[in-house]
């Protein structure tokens, strides 16, 4: 049963700084899923949340039943694991998928607040509660001057273009896929000089324009961009506003990654690929000034960074 809740200082992609996204659409899902939690149903309502042990006189589960690989902090992505069949979920602002192989995905937004707290009610009636103590950060403002007017004030026209791209690549990033690809180390799709962090807050000509969601890396037009781990390739898309041509690659368990500036493509919409295949080259297309590949990642709804999932780079 599934329930629905279910020096490079300069170099600029103005097109990452779009909001959240929301929606709701989706891979065919497993046949069995044990829960999902935190996104809108079919029917537009929202189920109960899971009752608590402290509030409704339900005997704690084992704390054991749980465990959680990484550190949660803002921007991150944990792996979770539960033993035993999962009735319900309370997880605020988060959408969460389990399935009977009994492992998740947990992100952090970059505004998560210091604590957050996840319930699990499992088919035994025991309450399963883990409070997250999310480490907080600082993002230095990125600030790039001289930019031609037009790229900074948007006409009427090129704003309803983006809105609608949004849109779609949203419901895109809301599908669930039931892959195992999100266990894997991930590996950088690109070599060289990082030059804009995710969260970093962006002020273009004076004009703050939101915060940059995701990591640039300077490389040469033709360069190969290769998946950071195996997935499937749900989206392929050429000259959309401010992001150029654009590559979406599920993971499974609502992770994905975007590539946009993109070149040229290397794969097709339901190619399935393994981790160091080609996927498209570096380009210079969309809204920036200056050859790059920008990577963005997000656990269903929420941008993650995508660099807290990488060894350090290695140019």
Same mark, same amino acid.
């Given at each position: 049963? &599934? ?59 084992? #704390? ?13 992505? &944990? ?42 009610? &499992? ?24 930019? #031609? ?11 309803? *273009? ?38 970093? #807050? ?29 997935? *499937? ?13 654009? &590559? ?66 290695? #140019?």
């Amino acid at each position: 049963m &599934l329930l629905r809740w279910s020096p490079f200082a300069a170099l600029v992609a103005v097109g990452c700084n779009s909001s959240p996204p929301a929606g709701d659409a989706g891979i065919a899902p497993s046949s069995r899923p044990a829960a999902a939690a935190d996104a809108p149903s079919a029917s537009g309502t929202a189920p109960a949340p899971a009752p608590s042990a402290s509030s409704t006189g339900a005997p704690a589960a084992d #704390p054991t039943r749980l465990t959680v690989d990484g550190k949660p902090t803002q921007g991150a992505v &944990l792996r979770a694991k539960v033993s035993g069949r999962v009735k319900n979920i309370s997880f605020p602002g988060h959408k969460t998928t389990i399935l009977d192989d009994g492992e998740f995905l947990i992100g952090f937004a970059r505004e998560a607040p210091a604590k957050e707290r996840l319930a699990l009610t &499992l088919d035994d009636g025991t309450v399963l509660v883990r409070e997250f103590e999310v480490a907080q950060r600082t993002y230095e403002i990125d600030r790039i001057d001289g930019l #031609p007017k037009s790229q900074v004030d948007l006409d009427a026209a090129t704003k309803k *273009k983006l809105a609608e791209a949004e849109g779609k690549l949203d419901a895109l990033r809301m599908k669930f896929g039931d892959g195992v690809c999100f266990k894997e180390t991930f590996a950088w799709p690109v070599r060289g000089k990082i030059a804009s962090r995710y969260g970093q #807050p962006r002020v273009l000509n004076g004009t703050e324009s939101g915060p940059h969601y995701g990591v640039d890396i300077v490389a040469p037009v033709g360069a190969a961009v290769r998946a950071p781990a195996c997935g *499937k390739v749900v989206f392929v898309g050429r000259n959309l506003p401010l992001s150029g041509n654009v &590559l979406v690659l599920d993971h499974g368990r609502g992770l994905t990654s975007t590539f946009i500036h993109l070149q040229d493509f290397k794969r097709k919409e339901n190619d399935v690929v393994h981790q160091g295949d080609e996927l498209a080259t570096v380009g210079l297309t969309g809204r920036t000034n200056g050859p790059h590949l920008h990577w963005g990642m997000n656990v269903y709804d929420l941008r993650v960074d995508p660099e807290l999932l990488v060894p350090p780079m290695q #140019p």
